[in-house]
């Protein structure tokens, strides 16, 4: 089998275990068989965008030749299984006959075989390897380094964690000293290592990891430790007893679901450390100097950890996360991430720093949630994205029939520490199965699909049977049902009148409740036309001064700028959008056509490749080849085209035979065009937005 490692040293060898030295020294070549196979996820790649990762300087005709030579050389040294196609213009390697450690560091890292992927990491990603005048490329390459030593050093502290919880220090000490190796410049995983090993006291060897990583720091980047290390560095210096140890982001997923052991055997570890506990309450305070919590301006819940046995209960942490995000996304000196941007994070293996610049916020706030017969026991802590410390944490219980108190009191507990006072609550109920159902709604209704909007109406109509005076519940079936008109039913009159009672009537119960005022803008803009200007602006300008925070207020109101032309207001109302909710692709594919129309044709192509093919191939297709169409890029686009509909002849709603035939038209193809026409719109029947 062929063996190619790229982590550290490079190495190549053939199916008989000779070093493949023409490769080696041929570094685009190299490189090109280096993205096929590390490249994630593994999957076929276009001839065109590996022309432009690796000849960019070449016109089309030139780099297709340079790529045919390129793949014939690789086939020529490996053999010619191992570099596969499909059809015409797709190209990928057959692993069946390829061994490579970047794949199979990610399938260890995937089976959670952590041992076994730090074992295969030996050091950065083709490190010191560069080709002049590939820049694509060389950006790939960062954020493929980027990412593999995010991964190590996530199962590193994974590791490590797993032998502190065993009670294993030593074992902790020696994983925590191999990370440090493989991620020289992670200040987290160093001040880590410093703390093992004054827990184990070794002093010496404490001081002597902090002086090479300050060294390391000063050759490397020019620069020093930051605060908190050379606070715990002097800690250990001067202090008579060991370092206590943070506990961590992944290990509230991993504590024992024994009630009484799981709280006690954590007392013990914290005393085990050296804290001085004379109350219930010490524990909680910050374990690390932090920066001033008041400086937290944005912030994300992440996903509640269900903690208890019963997988059941797994929607009561699901239902704490919405109603933390909700409650905090009401202060208006507060930036809250959407909890749709949030989800994706749930099951990650990233690291708090790194799910921080994802989201660009200042802190984070985790948890989890632990149901023993009647009572609901809740560990929730604040944490600096920018280093990973905790700035303030809590442990909260009540009876299980005390959900909302429960909820308030870790609410206010959180804007406490940041300074901030709670807003009203008036539109909540104090009826629990109306406030459970309201939930199960509205863990289905951010997904915007015709069957998770059918599950949120029939949730909600349970919420406002049970309460009629539930204002947020009805609130959301206003919107849940004219999102049925907008987006899947829209000659559903009943779904109109349904929708229309239930925002007046959550606004007669409360005036100030952001998502009624939202609710009714979304229908107004429905039953006039969708896009004419009036009442509904007033309306989502009004939600977004009763709540900064949402993103689907500032997304409405782009539509609608976008509709009417008005492209600068329409740009600040989708960048608010995803400041909010970063993963919100229907903005992110918006923002891209606003830039189109001003012009910015290369920063409109960016930012629909932002978006995931998978997420809509159609919408992907059409968009990208509309890109290149206004940049003349017509053989691109039609390569594009021909590859999408060969393989979805379907195209729902007729968005890319109709680009196609813009650039029939263009062609001079005048027949051909007026066939597509044709055919897109009988493709496009029943969609809404054919006018398109």
């Not at 009629?468 to 009148?497: C, H, K, M, S």
């Amino acid at each position: 089998m062929i063996e190619f490692r790229m982590l550290g040293t490079l190495h190549l060898t053939d199916a008989a275990g000779h070093e493949v030295k023409r490769l080696l020294t041929r570094s685009r070549r190299l490189a090109l068989l280096a993205y096929l196979a590390a490249s994630a996820p593994r999957r076929f790649h276009r001839r065109d965008s590996l022309l432009a990762l690796f000849w960019p300087e070449l016109d089309q005709e030139h780099a297709r030749a340079a790529l045919r030579q390129a793949l014939h050389v690789l086939r020529g040294a490996l053999g010619g299984d191992v570099v596969v196609t499909r059809g015409d213009e797709e190209i990928g390697l057959d692993f069946t006959g390829l061994w490579c450690d970047v794949v199979a560091f990610d399938e260890a890292i995937a089976a959670g075989q952590l041992a076994a992927a730090v074992d295969c990491y030996k050091g950065d990603l083709l490190d010191g390897f560069f080709i002049s005048g590939a820049g694509d490329f060389e950006r790939w390459l960062e954020r493929e380094r980027a990412r593999l030593r995010e991964a190590v050093s996530g199962a590193a502290r994974t590791l490590i964690e797993q032998c502190e919880a065993a009670g294993d220090v030593a074992a902790a000490a020696q994983h925590a000293r191999r990370a440090t190796r493989l991620a020289r410049h992670d200040e987290d995983l160093v001040r880590r290592f410093v703390t093992l090993l004054d827990r184990l006291g070794d002093r010496a060897g404490a001081v002597a990891a902090y002086d090479d990583f300050a060294e390391c720091l000063r050759v490397d980047l020019e620069t020093e430790p930051a605060a908190e290390t050379k606070a715990l560095i002097t800690a250990v210096r001067e202090r008579q007893t060991a370092a206590p140890v943070e506990l961590s982001h992944s290990r509230l997923g991993r504590v024992t679901q024994s009630g009484g052991r799981r709280w006690r055997s954590v007392a013990v570890a914290i005393v085990g450390a050296g804290l001085l506990v004379s109350s219930a309450a010490n524990w909680r305070r910050p374990l690390w100097p932090s920066p001033v919590a008041g400086r937290v301006q944005s912030l994300a819940v992440l996903p509640f950890k269900n903690l208890s046995a019963d997988t059941l209960h797994a929607w009561y942490a699901d239902g704490l996360t919405e109603a933390l995000t909700t409650d905090l996304g009401r202060i208006r000196s507060l930036r809250v991430i959407a909890r749709g941007s949030v989800i994706p994070f749930r099951e990650t293996s990233k690291s708090l720093q790194a799910i921080g610049q994802e989201l660009h916020v200042d802190g984070l706030v985790e948890g989890g949630v632990q149901q023993s017969g009647d009572r609901v026991r809740v560990d929730v802590r604040l944490v600096n994205a920018a280093t990973g410390y905790q700035l303030w944490a809590d442990r909260f219980e009540e009876p299980i029939g005390n959900r909302f108190v429960l909820e308030d009191r870790v609410a206010h507990g959180i804007l406490a520490v940041l300074s901030l006072r709670p807003s009203p609550t008036a539109s909540a109920t104090q009826n629990r199965a109306a406030y459970d159902a309201y939930l199960h709604a509205e863990l289905r209704l951010w997904r915007e699909n015709r069957e998770d909007d059918s599950v949120a109406i029939k949730w909600l109509e349970q919420a406002v049977a049970l309460d009629p005076d539930f204002a947020a519940a009805q609130a959301e079936l206003a919107w849940a049902y004219t999102l049925r008109v907008n987006q899947f039913a829209p000659g559903d009159i009943a779904a109109v009148t349904r929708a229309g009672l239930a925002a007046e009537r959550a606004l007669r119960l409360d005036p100030d409740l952001a998502e009624a005022h939202f609710a009714r803008g979304a229908l107004l803009s429905s039953v006039s036309g969708r896009f004419a200007p009036g009442p509904d602006i007033q309306e989502y300008h009004r939600a977004l001064e009763l709540n900064p925070n949402l993103a689907r207020a500032h997304h409405n109101l782009g539509l609608i700028y976008l509709h009417r032309g008005l492209l600068d207001k329409a740009v600040a109302e989708f960048r608010a959008t995803l400041a909010i909710d970063p993963a919100n692709y229907g903005a992110t594919r918006r923002l891209g056509i606003v830039l189109v129309y001003r012009g910015q044709y290369e920063a409109g192509l960016r930012q629909f490749r932002e978006v995931p093919p998978e997420s809509n191939q159609s919408l992907w297709n059409y968009q990208v080849a509309w890109g290149l169409l206004y940049l003349g890029r017509d053989k691109e686009a039609a390569d594009l085209m021909e590859h999408y509909l060969r393989d979805h002849p379907e195209d729902p709603g007729g968005v890319v035979t109709s680009t196609r035939a813009i650039l029939e038209v263009k062609r001079g193809e005048a027949s051909r065009a007026e066939a597509d026409i044709r055919a897109a719109i009988e493709k496009g029947r029943g969609f809404i937005h054919f006018h398109h």
